[in-house]
């Protein structure tokens, strides 16, 4: 094949100016391109600037294919077309450099014969273009969400350090140094971009897992009376009702509830502490939706209620219409006074409030 008479470095260097352009453009555009391509296209034409060997070319043109490939895998999020087009123009430019590659004629400094290549020469090679290939082929793995992306990845990191590692031994053991110095500085760089991520990676999830524990201790007080919660909207449920939601809860000990009713809490709390102090006062709360008559929906919600967990502090209703919203709050020592003496003299006054409500 007729090698081109072209000028190598000015031709590398400004293949190296545009991966670098290229790279910038892909953290910019992070929601439309595959910002991880950055992180490869910048630092390999940052050596496009010190090594300017034809093989740099073939490097350019992989990385381009690969990296249009994952662009072009964006149809799966429905992006703009605009940018389907972007990725097919990087795989036609990486073809083109590859023919460049292959018409071009070397640098004549790169141009060093090696009489025994042996082990370490092949193997750095084979090492550093399976690197590339693993990188490429777990980053279409994780997009597309494929069960192989975790052995992908695994393949990709053990190639990562095996490149290193006989880049090192390559550079005491051949003269010919220029692509073993490639290939450790790109192994370095991804190395160092997978010890940050493994480091960041640790830092979220500490940071999920005292938010989780800070959230299970929020969340603590509400599970204590799951199966009482469950059981009254089970009853409610076979009745008819369709019940929104329901809890049962121990009131904050500096509840403003205290101060409208005028109660007195004797419960301490520990003035250091930054935890909620709760009382010992428990109140029963349920949300539901309007149905029939409407004394007879509260006194079905409070036997209910009252069946299930007797002798809370308050129990309240909530009934929602589609025009308005009626609370009802009855304490629990006025219903012990009607369910245990069954006082008929409670049992009007409750009768009384139930109709008298005003809603909103």
């Avoid at 895998?73 to 429905?78: A, L, N, T």
């Avoid at 073809?95 to 141009?111: A, D, S």
């Avoid at 490429?136 to 969400?145: G, K, P, R």
Wanted: hydrophobic share 45%; glycine share 4%.
């Amino acid at each position: 094949m007729r090698k081109e008479a072209i000028e190598l470095d000015k031709e590398v260097r400004n293949a190296g100016i545009i991966l670098i352009v290229l790279g910038i453009l892909h953290f910019v555009f992070s929601g439309f391109l595959y910002s991880t391509a950055g992180l490869v296209l910048i630092p390999i034409g940052i050596i496009a600037f010190f090594y300017r060997s034809k093989r740099m070319l073939l490097v350019f043109g992989i990385l381009l294919i690969l990296i249009g490939i994952l662009n072009l895998s964006s149809v799966i999020y429905e992006v703009s077309s605009f940018w389907l087009v972007f990725g097919t123009l990087q795989i036609y430019w990486g073809i083109m450099e590859i023919i460049k590659f292959r018409k071009v004629k070397e640098n004549p400094k790169y141009e060093i014969k090696e009489k025994n290549k042996g082990f370490v020469w092949y193997s750095l090679r084979t090492s550093f273009w399976i690197m590339i290939g693993f990188w490429a082929i777990s980053s279409i793995a994780w997009a597309l969400e494929l069960e192989l992306s975790y052995t992908f990845s695994f393949l990709w990191i053990f190639f990562v350090i095996f490149t290193f590692v006989v880049s090192i031994i390559h550079l005491k053991k051949h003269k010919s140094r220029a692509f073993a110095i490639v290939s450790l500085v790109l192994a370095s760089y991804l190395i160092l971009t997978m010890v940050i991520g493994f480091i960041y990676l640790f830092y979220i999830s500490a940071s999920l897992d005292e938010i989780s524990d800070e959230l299970d201790e929020i969340l603590a007080p509400y599970e204590v009376y799951s199966e009482q919660e469950e059981r009254i909207k089970d009853y409610l449920t076979e009745d008819g009702y369709e019940v929104l939601f329901n809890y049962i809860l121990n009131y904050s000990a500096n509840a403003p509830f205290f101060e409208w009713y005028d109660i007195e809490d004797n419960t301490i709390c520990d003035e250091t502490s930054d935890k909620i102090c709760y009382s010992d006062k428990v109140g029963v709360h349920i949300e539901m939706k309007s149905l029939g008559n409407r004394n007879e929906q509260v006194w079905d919600v409070l036997n209910t209620m009252w069946f299930v967990y007797p002798n809370a502090f308050t129990y309240q209703i909530d009934i929602k219409s589609p025009t308005d919203t009626c609370t009802y709050l009855i304490f629990g020592v006025v219903l012990e006074d009607y369910y245990t003496d069954y006082n008929l003299e409670t049992r009007e006054l409750i009768d009384d409030y139930i109709d008298n409500v005003v809603c909103s």
